[in-house]
């Protein structure tokens, strides 16, 4: 039994992701065997040449794409968070969609069913647009493992400004 | 078909016609894509002597067989051919970053844009839904204005665009046409085509799949060449990126400096790769589908021009730095932004600009002509002042220098001819040709004018590999085959950025066709598609009467203003004696004529035989 916080997602580092597009191309060639962007279960956006950011499921907690679900279509997996989407129940209504606040469900552009990302479970190495991202931008880590990182980094940074400060009054 | 859409389009922007045609397996096999399939289509969908500006010249956006994969630049591409409002020739020009993918997912290897729109107006290709849309709000918007205005009004984020800027629609004869910010097609002159079909943009959208032949086989190719990409033979575009060329150049003697005067400058240091990344780049960030990263964005943090935001690569680093004499970065930067906002090509800017101050510094023009503005060299402000108005076609001289320097210089008159730096009336790029000559002589036979990417030839001059003060007998010959890899790379529509990642050359390049189109091709069959795409393109030169042995030249300066600087550079002018020598040993290497013209026999080999009529009797 895997707990709630342990589970894992694909998370981007907005200074290091370029907006590539590479993580749509693997996606969409390993779970569609196709190359198209647009059945992909992660988007990659650049607002302009400095800020980018790929975006896919996260797996909340206690999720808003579940609960919008009028027919009962969506389910969240209990070891991993994956949403799976009964595609004989839905029926595009696009619920789930309105109910994401990161635009990581989608629409699947043939099948007119909601999908989102399935954590490439059925990959051995994991999730493939982590192995190809060239950037390394993108983790499959738990909130825990982010919080860990983002904590690291700022304390670093502050014992980073203090010394700089330091060396600066000598 | 595999990874090729299959289907070329038709657009009359005169009728407002819109149809679509097959793409026949052989064609694709002989031309590839890109501009091999486009120089092809311009061919024969043109007929001679029209005028570049007329609405019956075609322009014609291409995808390659790779674009829409996951291939490493190759799936990121398009290219645009067209008749060059510059040089009257062949008139190409490559792509990379996100536009190219949705063409193709809409489903074309080349779109065939002819007519002229009776107002403004921009193409919106939605999968199979081809639709003429009003543009008139979006005159004189800059290429990033217009590229929001339209995904605003489509409604649609991921639509892609590209477009021309001011200077396009006010037909200024270097206007480029520019997608995703700062991903140009540069060269040529092709945005002011575009302005003359009153065609401000090209959006598309596509949402059909890209399947390659052998999917196992690709995803091994490629990935292998991901790897590649993080190991030595992309270094320098991921780390300094081109502007390294700065400090190389200019220990060489071929830094040409304020207008092909010197061959080293003195600010050099300020301007360099090492000092752009210490003080400027921000980010590198690159396209769609690439392993490399080479665009290196560029900010610059105080002063007058503050908050200017730019890629920079050497190409017009130079062109708007040493060749204008000016060592300042922030001012440099300023003036790459505008002129990707315009929809200028930067090389073409800088080195007019350039020919500008040397005019005025020579008193071939005066403070009048100029509104007065002071053109010294090394005026910054003077460079962004004249670059606002070319753009514009502001004034005299603006309306002047938006022709291009070779028709500039007629109407300047008096020696301005002299200080003109243009090959078949193209701007030179970025490399001094007194003391690279093996860059000169390929230089001079590019179907595009003055060009350092149709053959690479300043590579064995700068690796030493030769004695590149001097053209011998051989080096015509050597410069053949890598023409051929030049126009495959430009076909498959790979980055040049890319090419020391094939290891294995066009092998490794007819592996990667064959892997994605399922169509069989080995290394000799794409080198001979390369010699017929370069033939082709020399033949269509011919018959627009600009292709033969008195068009293979070079600047004035170059062949008349020594070097001044000492060192063993002290002197140096191309003469006439070897660069006749170098012209006959080219002609020879590829089976012309000694007048440049490709003779029968050459046509049957390559299967252009159809053509024979332009190269009758040896000459034009």
Redo the contacts between chains.
């Keep these: 039994m895997v707990r709630a916080q342990d589970r894992k997602f694909v998370s981007s580092d907005p200074e290091k992701c ?5 993580c749509e ?2 996606c969409s ?1 390993t779970n ?8 992909s279960r992660i988007r990659a ?2 607002l ?3 800020n ?1 950011l790929a975006v896919t499921c996260r797996h909340c907690e206690d999720p808003a794409c579940v609960a919008a679900c009028p027919r009962e279509a969506l389910t969240q997996e209990e070891d991993t968070g994956i949403i799976t989407v009964d595609e004989e129940a839905c029926d595009g209504c696009a619920w789930c969609i309105s109910a994401c606040p990161f635009g990581a469900m989608m629409m699947h ?1 043939e099948k007119k069913v909601a999908f989102t990302c399935n954590s490439c479970k059925d990959q051995e190495d994991g999730p493939q647009c982590v192995k ?1 991202c ?2 390394e931008a993108l983790t499959f880590v738990t909130a825990q493992q982010l919080a860990q990182k983002s904590r690291i980094s700022a304390v670093r940074n502050l014992f980073q400004e203090a010394k700089e400060k330091k060396a600066e009054s000598k | 078909m595999f990874a090729y859409g299959g289907k070329i389009l038709r657009v009359n922007l005169t009728t407002g016609k819109v149809s679509t045609e097959p793409l026949s397996e052989k064609l694709a096999k002989d031309y590839i894509g890109g501009i091999g399939l486009g120089i092809k289509l311009l061919m024969d969908n043109s007929k001679p002597g029209t005028d570049p500006f007329d609405p019956d010249n075609p322009i014609i956006y291409l995808t390659g067989p790779l674009t829409g994969t996951l291939g490493p630049t190759g799936g990121n591409s398009y290219a645009v051919v067209s008749k060059s409002p510059a040089t009257g020739g062949v008139a190409n020009a490559e792509a990379h970053g996100f536009f190219g993918p949705d063409l193709k997912r809409a489903g074309y290897d080349a779109v065939i844009i002819t007519g002229k729109a009776p107002k403004l107006s921009y193409l919106w290709i939605d999968d199979d839904k081809v639709e003429i849309r009003n543009a008139e709000h979006l005159q004189h918007k800059t290429v990033n204005e217009t590229d929001h205005m339209i995904r605003e009004e489509l409604d649609d984020f991921y639509i892609r665009v590209s477009a021309i800027g001011e200077a396009g629609e006010r037909l200024c004869r270097f206007a480029a046409i520019i997608n995703d910010e700062f991903r140009a097609i540069g060269r040529a002159g092709m945005g002011a085509i575009m302005g003359s079909k009153n065609l401000k943009a090209v959006a598309a959208r596509g949402t059909h799949d890209v399947n390659v032949a052998d999917m196992d086989g690709f995803r091994e190719f490629i990935k292998m060449i991901y790897e590649r990409m993080k190991g030595p033979a992309t270094k320098k575009y991921k780390t300094l990126g081109t502007p390294e060329n700065v400090l190389v150049l200019n220990s060489l003697y071929a830094l040409a400096t304020r207008n092909f005067t010197n061959s080293q400058f003195e600010g050099a240091q300020k301007v360099s790769g090492e000092w752009l990344n210490e003080h400027y780049v921000k980010k590198i960030v690159g396209c769609a589908t690439c392993g490399m990263r080479c665009d290196h964005i560029a900010v610059v943090p105080e002063g007058p021009y503050k908050g200017a935001t730019s890629r920079l690569e050497f190409e017009c680093l130079w062109s708007m730095g040493p060749l204008c004499g000016i060592d300042r970065l922030d001012a440099i930067i300023e003036a790459m932004r505008i002129t990707n906002e315009y929809g200028m090509d930067g090389i073409s800017t800088g080195v007019v600009v350039a020919f500008a101050m040397d005019c005025y510094e020579h008193g071939t023009i005066t403070k009048e002509q100029t509104d007065g503005i002071d053109l010294s060299f090394g005026n910054a402000e003077a460079l962004i002042a004249i670059i606002h108005k070319i753009g514009k076609r502001e004034g005299w001289l603006g309306n002047a220098l938006a022709e291009g320097s070779a028709r500039a210089a007629e109407i300047i008159g008096g020696d301005a001819p002299k200080y003109a730096c243009h090959i078949k009336g193209l701007e030179l790029p970025g490399y001094d040709l007194r003391t690279l000559k093996t860059a000169a002589l390929g230089f001079s036979v590019s179907f595009r004018g003055a060009c350092h990417l149709r053959n690479g030839a300043y590579s064995p001059d700068v690796k030493g590999k030769v004695n590149r003060f001097k053209i011998e007998k051989g080096r015509g010959k050597m410069i053949v085959p890598d023409g051929h890899i030049y126009n495959v790379i430009d076909s498959l529509i790979v980055c040049k950025f890319s090419r020391g990642t094939y290891y294995d050359g066009l092998k490794d390049l007819a592996n990667y066709y064959t892997l994605a189109t399922g169509i069989p091709m080995t290394a000799e069959e794409l080198d001979k598609d390369g010699e017929r795409i370069e033939n082709l393109a020399r033949l269509f030169n011919i018959r627009e009467g600009k292709g033969t042995r008195e068009y293979d030249t070079l600047p004035w300066k170059i062949k008349n203003a020594p070097v001044p600087e000492d060192g063993p550079a002290k002197g140096a002018v191309v003469s006439d004696e070897e660069f006749q020598v170098g012209l006959d040993d080219y002609y020879e290497a590829r089976g012309w004529t000694m007048e440049g013209v490709p003779t029968v026999e050459k046509l049957n080999e390559l299967g252009l035989g159809e053509y024979a009529s332009i190269v009758k009797g040896g000459k034009a």
């Design positions: 370029i907006g590539c597009c590479v191309y693997a060639m569609e065997n196709t190359f198209n962007p647009t059945k956006l650049r302009g040449p400095l980018n552009p190809w060239p950037e």
